[in-house]
């Protein structure tokens, strides 16, 4: 068997079953880890956890808005989205009082 000029001896050298897909658990962890991080960020540390939900339930999505999405990883985003603008209002209100006036 010749293996040269466009023909070789090996069909497939990245197989599925060797490389593994990125599709199944990976991001129903992402997923999950979103949550606990937006239900964590609402209890303490919300300008930390909120964008890290944001973040791990946007990866999970597949980095799109279209198609068939978990729903923990929706849920991630949303509630780290709400999370992240409370601890911004938090914030500013905040340094708003401790200023001495009424922001």
Known sequence: MMAGFGHTTRKHPRSRDRMGTRSGPDRATLGIIG???AV??????????GPAAVV????????RWTGTQSIPAL?????????????VIGLITSVGLAAGGMF
């Open 35 to 37: 949550v606990i991080c």
């Open 56 to 63: 791990c339930g946007w990866l999970a999505m597949g980095r």
């Open 75 to 87: 849920v991630a985003v949303v509630l780290g989205a709400i999370d992240t603008l409370l601890a």
């Open 40 to 49: 964590v960020g609402f209890l303490t540390l919300g300008i930390v956890f």
